[in-house]
């Protein structure tokens, strides 16, 4: 009994130790970059090669597509551990209805350079860069955006907010402690209360930002552009009342449609007619001014 009463400390403290390793190397896994080479533009686009400097530290890459003189222009931001390829759907029915629009990488997607995903802190300072890029040139268009997840969560933490005159923003976590217990609660059921704080505590000194910054939540209402807001009722990564807990908190203009079955995947291929008939909708109104 005295044995084993003086063992247990020790097995306590490899087990905790181990729970910690365990831990910092799935964070690591998690914020690796997720880069890879894009290869050549679909020939069914016009596509242009762009590059342009953003203050995360990357040289960011995309694809720029021009449309009709003062249709308006649209930024795609991708989700994490995306790239620009799962944004080409999108594109391609912005390019069909006139829009000029800029697909990238964020910092350590794709073809830009990061040395870790930060799940939307660097990412922002792409957003802004990317919509600083599109603003230079095009000047005299209105600009729209369009996140995806992570991509939308980096355009509400843009600080200072982004020059942009509408935006969608979809499946998008209002509090990052709240996307890693969602993810891990999918996947490691019960253990998900025990870890995320783990993990969580892992964003200072990786990532070099707190978790009370990655709050999306406490940005949306200083965005002044009009909302949209997409969400998939079946969304087990960004649940229902998380999205309706985003769209309560975001100013007025707002409009929000809910993907009916819908997990947290891609939405436009979920759902592709009314996606595109929702969104153009939603554009002519605020960047062409067709109610």
Same mark, same amino acid.
């Given at each position: ?182 993810? %891990?609660?999918? !996947? &490691? $059921?019960?253990? @998900?209360?025990? =870890?995320? #704080?783990?993990?969580?505590?892992? %964003?200072?000194? !990786? &990532? $070099?930002?707190? @978790?009370?910054? =990655?709050? #999306? ?75």
């Amino acid at each position: 009994m005295r044995m084993k009463r003086r063992f247990f400390p020790i097995a306590l403290i490899i087990s905790l130790l181990g729970c910690f390793v365990a831990t910092w190397l799935a964070g690591s896994a998690l914020s690796a970059p997720c880069q890879q080479a894009i290869g050549n533009p679909p020939e069914d686009l016009e596509i242009e090669r762009v590059e342009f400097h953003s203050e995360s530290g990357s040289t960011i890459h995309g694809w720029f597509i021009r449309g009709t003189k003062g249709a308006g222009s649209v930024v795609l931001m991708h989700g994490v551990r995306a790239n620009r390829l799962s944004m080409l759907g999108r594109a391609r029915f912005l390019s069909r209805a006139g829009y000029s629009v800029l697909l990238f990488d964020f910092q350590a997607h794709g073809e830009s350079i990061g040395r870790q995903i930060t799940f939307g802190h660097l990412e922002s300072r792409d957003a802004q860069a990317a919509v600083a890029f599109l603003r230079g040139r095009l000047p005299d268009e209105k600009i729209a955006l369009i996140g995806t997840s992570m991509g939308g969560a980096a355009a509400l933490l843009a600080s200072p907010s982004l020059d942009s005159d509408a935006m969608v923003l979809e499946q998008v976590y209002p509090a990052i402690d709240r996307a890693i217990a969602n993810r %891990l609660k999918v !996947r &490691l $059921g019960f253990w @998900a209360g025990a =870890l995320t #704080p783990l993990l969580t505590m892992q %964003l200072g000194p !990786r &990532l $070099g930002v707190e @978790a009370d910054l =990655l709050c #999306p939540v406490d940005r949306v209402s200083q965005i002044a552009a009009p909302k949209l807001f997409i969400a998939g009722s079946q969304d087990r990564a960004t649940t229902l009342d998380e999205s309706n807990q985003l769209l309560n908190a975001a100013s007025e203009p707002k409009e929000f449609w809910v993907v009916d079955g819908a997990a947290h995947v891609d939405l436009h291929h979920a759902a592709t007619q009314e996606y595109e008939d929702r969104v153009l909708a939603f554009f002519d109104k605020y960047l062409r001014g067709r109610p």
